[in-house]
């Protein structure tokens, strides 16, 4: 069964880390691009990260830039997003997903769901004093 499985999140005060986990089953990442998006209350779906395979490349919203990571363990089968200096604005459920998207088509592909053909569930990230 293919399966994500993201993990991580929490309750932080303003200004704080967390480090979101997506791990995969059934099937290897790196065949994939993987993208993280958040969905807080009352608003839609938004892209906030991605990674392509093979080459690598990345992608950040705006919103997030400066403040965000993603990165991507091979061996582990896993994409991270490391958050810091959060904000009460990033509260949000975060969700990832994996496409296989064609890297020459990212730069205008990866923040649209309908480009990713796995999601996780979504781990809640809380950002409050």
């Known amino acids: 069964q293919l399966q994500l499985v993201e993990s991580g999140g929490g309750l932080v005060q303003p200004g704080g880390s967390l480090r979101l986990s997506c791990a995969a089953s059934?099937?290897?990442?790196?065949?994939?691009?993987i993208g993280w998006f958040r969905q807080a209350p009352g608003k839609e779906r938004e892209g906030v990260s991605c990674?392509?395979?093979?080459?690598?490349?990345?992608y950040y919203a705006d919103s997030v830039k400066g403040r965000v990571t993603i990165s991507r363990d091979r061996a582990g089968n896993t994409v991270y997003l490391q958050m810091n200096s959060l904000k009460p604005e990033d509260t949000a459920v975060y969700f990832c997903?994996?496409?296989?998207?064609?890297?020459?088509?990212?730069?205008?592909?990866?923040?649209?769901?309908?480009?990713?053909?796995?999601w996780g569930q979504g781990t809640q990230v809380t950002v409050s004093s």
């Open positions: 990674i392509s395979s093979p080459d690598g490349s990345i």
């Open positions: 059934g099937f290897t990442l790196d065949y994939y691009a």
């Open positions: 997903a994996a496409g296989a998207i064609p890297w020459h088509t990212l730069s205008s592909n990866w923040m649209a769901e309908r480009s990713y053909d796995y």
